[in-house]
């Protein structure tokens, strides 16, 4: 796992079939979770997960691929996050407080976002794995750093939540997009 193990004959044809497969689902999961969607903003997080991915390819458990990028996925996205809540937290003192436009006032979330959003957090992610990447319960387990069981509960806790948010009519009425609840 040194320095010599990256430059070993083999490795960039892996690595280039590695990001191929899985490439697609971290895309995805960082387009899902990114809360402005910036999609520009997702692609230079997506190539530093790869990145990582590179300089630690030797570490990724073959079985595995999609629950550790997954999970080094989410850490840079708590990174960012944390960067743009301090930044947003500087601003207030750079200029004076103004009234929210209208507009901004206007738009609104839809009713499942936002419940998804009110779920606590272990449970938001345990949804937003099993609905948007389609990650089994073992693989959603890896990637929570949990048992399968405890996936399997916080997943089940989830779609409670989201039922008794949202109501049994407003699922049925709006099947399409709600599937992933019941």
């Known amino acids: 796992m040194g320095r010599r193990d990256r430059h070993d004959v083999g490795r960039p044809e892996r690595f280039t079939a590695f990001v191929a497969s899985h490439a697609d689902t971290v895309n995805r999961y ?4 990114h809360r402005a969607g910036d999609s520009l903003e997702a692609e230079d997080l997506l190539a530093e997960v790869f990145a990582i991915a590179w300089r630690r390819f030797d570490e990724i458990p073959p079985d595995a691929g999609v629950p550790w990028l997954i999970v080094v996925a989410r850490n840079r996205l708590m990174n960012m996050h944390s960067k743009q809540r301090r930044r947003a937290a500087l601003r207030k003192y750079e200029r004076p407080l103004t009234a929210p436009a209208a ?9 499942i ?3 998804i959003e009110s779920l606590p957090a272990a449970e938001r992610e345990a ?3 099993s609905a948007w990447e389609g990650l089994s319960p073992q693989e959603l387990g890896r990637a929570l750093g949990v048992t399968q069981n405890a996936a399997s509960i916080r997943l089940s806790r989830a779609k ?3 039922l008794s948010r949202l109501g049994s009519e407003y699922v049925e009425n709006h099947r399409s ?6």
């Open 160 to 162: 409670s939540m989201l």
């Open 103 to 111: 507009e901004d006032e206007a738009i609104a979330e839809v009713a």
């Open 127 to 129: 949804f937003a794995l």
């Open 113 to 115: 976002r936002e419940a």
């Open 177 to 182: 997009l709600a599937k992933d609840i019941e």
């Open 30 to 33: 960082l387009l899902n979770r």
